[in-house]
């Protein structure tokens, strides 16, 4: 990490260390830490002694994530200006989960509420279920610029109009062009974009009789969320989940994401 980036990071640091906690000067080695397990995809217990005690690593960072820190970050990243958001695109991905477990509690056994299937919608650790195994899809907003926005994670076989639902938030900014794919070609989204004053750039499924107008320049633009996930996806730990829990795997999201703005803005000043 440069001393730009951690520049950066250390106000949050300060902000949310709690009583006791570990000392500040500390926490940049910790994030260290945390941003090489991100990168590899390593086990934790396979961190290397240079960041330190590989357990204190993970109880901080599990201590950052129940503090909601790295949403916070990529909530000041949004609302610093640094890149406008009156285009916004909206896409998802699935992901292999791959749940590492003890002995004697085997992966089939998550428990139902855990898994796909579960009455009463999205079950809270986002793992669904298929032939092949669990899967997690991340659905994302990003702006123009392929920068993250919003992430939340469901069950791999959740539909893009659950995701679209997932991500809507009173503290988003109101898109003035709101770009998708025709995964994403409903009445009700299409009237949701444009009850806040936006247009949907969005092509119609082929069995809608009045096909929508379509601006194939400004359509065009949805190849930076595309890249977005490209970039996503070369940190390891996001390629595939391990993480059994989803605000972990939601946060490792949330700190590539923002390693990704600071990567633009940050090291280039």
Same mark, same amino acid.
């Given at each position: 990490?440069s001393?730009?980036e951690?520049?950066f990071f ?11 906690g ?11 830490? &945390? ?5 590899? /995809? #390593? ?7 240079? %960041? =330190? ?16 820190l790295?949403e916070m ?22 992901t292999r ?6 002995a004697g509690?085997?992966?089939?056994? &998550?428990?139902?509420?855990e898994?796909a /299937? #579960?009455?009463g ?5 986002? %793992? =669904? ?18 920068l993250?926005?919003k992430?939340?994670?469901s ?10 639902d ?11 062009v ?13 009237e949701d974009?444009?009850g ?7 092509? =119609? ?21 595309e ?15 391990y ?8 946060d490792?999201?949330?700190?590539v994401?923002a ?8 090291n280039?000043?």
């Amino acid at each position: 990490m440069s001393d730009a980036e951690w520049a950066f990071f250390e106000p949050f640091m300060h902000s949310i260390r709690g009583r006791g906690g570990r000392p500040a000067g500390d926490h940049r080695l910790v994030l260290d830490g &945390v941003f090489w397990i991100a990168r590899t /995809g #390593a086990q934790w217990r396979d961190l290397p002694a240079e %960041f =330190g005690k590989w357990s204190s690593v993970y109880r901080q960072f599990r201590r950052w994530t129940l503090a909601g820190l790295w949403e916070m970050v990529l909530e000041a990243l949004n609302e610093s200006g640094a890149a406008p958001n009156q285009v916004q695109m909206i896409d998802s991905t699935v992901t292999r989960a791959i749940i590492h477990c003890p002995a004697g509690h085997c992966v089939s056994n &998550v428990p139902r509420e855990e898994a796909a /299937g #579960a009455k009463g919608g999205p079950p809270k650790e986002g %793992f =669904g279920r298929s032939k092949g195994g669990f899967t997690t899809k991340i659905h994302l907003i990003t702006n123009a610029h392929g920068l993250p926005i919003k992430a939340e994670i469901s069950p791999g076989q959740c539909s893009d109009y659950t995701g679209y639902d997932l991500l809507q938030d009173e503290d988003l900014p109101d898109p003035k062009v709101f770009i998708a794919d025709r995964g994403y070609d409903a009445n009700a989204i299409r009237e949701d974009v444009e009850g806040k004053g936006g247009i949907a750039i969005i092509p =119609g499924r082929s069995n809608r009789k009045k096909q929508p107008f379509l601006d194939p320049f400004v359509y065009a633009l949805r190849n930076q969320i595309e890249r977005c996930f490209n970039k996503l996806k070369n940190a390891r730990r996001l390629a595939t989940r391990y993480d059994k829990t989803a605000n972990s795997y939601l946060d490792f999201i949330h700190i590539v994401s923002a390693r990704l703005w600071i990567k633009k803005f940050v090291n280039r000043t």
